[in-house]
């Protein structure tokens, strides 16, 4: 799933598959535009549909993004069957709203509605595309060793659809540089021994994937789209310092949808041209029925979605280079005067300094509180799917 923020005409599309995410960028006579309605969501059947809306601001507003929740949203069949969908609120994350499409004839056309401020506001009704399933996703080091990155390959029919769009959910585990059996307690003022595990060691992080990612294979003998660029990362990025999943979405899209995202991912990438097309030049397949002069952004496609997930050690990939973590001892704190004065173990604490270890020969070691808590990179939010039993 997938996370979104937008400026009108001063915003970008970055497509993801379950929903969009954009990104604001600067245009000088767009200021004082009024607020606009932007909907992003596909229709998607065999699974639930999720509906993102917010509203678009003039660059003089404030840099909030402010979500729509007072709407009714819901999917109507070519026949009038509607489907409504229900308000998520949720902690950390946008408002959504959920529609459960997982009945929908496949056979049979749909189109997204919604009411909201008094104006109702529709797409086009809308053929599905099923979409192929995805053959592999692989990745490749560069000759440097300093990046990875990552592709897919899939093999649609000869007849289906020539267009793709993508999206993909990380996930991944890190783990503290080194572990630790003591802790600084500022309420005592003591150094004290975890009586516990702390369960500070082994942590996670999660992501969506926030570009347009899309393919059209209509110049192709074949229907097949190999090698397709999805992700680079980094040698120093924790995604790849011991185990990373990557949960890919493919979603097959009409030329229309594919020309449209192909428009936005060009602003992107070519943000400010003078030459270039301008997001605010975009018209997508939803329109306000209620008032033709009321403006909306967004492109809404159907079908289903197909995915696959893989998983990739830090030995598969091989390249991660891990950030500092010096030792210091009690020298290394004295303050440069004469003579040295020490600090204490509460201005070590305070400057983001945790225990490492306590010996006999030099008493206290420290360390930056990132290097033994794996809470200050990640959260100790652990994948249901996870492949190992540690927390």
């Known amino acids: 799933m997938i996370y979104r923020m937008l400026r009108l005409c001063s915003f970008l599309f970055l497509g993801l598959m379950l929903t969009t995410c954009i990104i604001p960028f600067t245009l000088n006579e767009l200021r004082g535009v009024e607020a606009t309605l932007v909907i992003e969501g596909d229709i998607i059947l065999q699974g639930d549909t999720k509906v993102y809306l917010s509203l678009s601001r003039s660059l003089d507003g404030e840099d909030v993004i402010c979500y729509v929740t007072d709407a009714m949203v819901w999917i109507e069949g070519e026949s009038g069957d509607q489907y409504a969908g229900l308000l998520i609120v949720e902690a950390n994350t946008p408002p959504y709203f959920i529609i459960d499409s997982k009945a929908l004839d496949v056979s049979k056309q749909y189109k997204l509605c919604i009411l909201h401020n008094g104006k109702q506001f529709e797409s086009d009704f809308l053929s599905p595309l099923k979409s192929p399933e995805i053959y592999s996703i692989d990745y490749q080091i560069n000759d440097t060793r300093t990046t990875v990155e990552f592709f897919v390959t899939s093999y649609g029919e000869e007849n289906a659809s ?3 769009k993508w999206a993909f959910r990380e996930d991944w585990e890190i ?14 003022n003591r150094i004290l021994q975890y009586t516990a595990d702390p369960h500070i060691f082994y942590c996670w992080n999660q992501s969506e994937s926030t570009s347009i990612i899309i393919a059209k294979t209509d110049h192709l003998d074949n229907n097949t789209v190999y090698r397709q660029q999805l992700n680079i990362i980094n040698c120093t990025s924790d995604r790849i310092s011991h185990l990373y999943s990557m949960e890919l979405y493919q979603m097959s899209i009409s030329k229309e949808a594919y020309d449209y995202w192909s428009v936005l991912k060009k602003n992107t990438d070519e943000i400010g041209g003078i030459f270039s097309p301008q997001p605010c030049e975009m018209s997508g397949n939803i329109r306000c029925l209620s008032d033709a002069n009321t403006k909306v952004l967004g492109y809404i496609s159907a079908g289903t979605i197909t995915s696959k997930r893989v998983f990739i050690s830090e030995k598969d990939i091989g390249i991660y280079i891990s950030f500092d973590c010096p030792f210091f ?14 600090l204490t173990n509460r201005e070590k604490f305070d400057m983001g300094y945790a225990v490492v270890r306590v010996e006999l020969v030099d008493p206290i070691e420290w360390v930056p509180l990132s290097c033994v808590d794996c809470r200050i990179r990640g959260n100790k939010n652990k994948p249901p799917f996870w492949p190992n039993d540690h927390l």
């Open 162 to 164: 020539r267009y793709y």
């Open 175 to 188: 783990t503290s540089k080194y572990a630790t059996n003591f802790f600084f307690d500022p309420i005592s």
């Open 329 to 342: 001892n009690e020298s290394d704190f004295n303050q440069p005067l004469e003579p040295a004065i020490p």
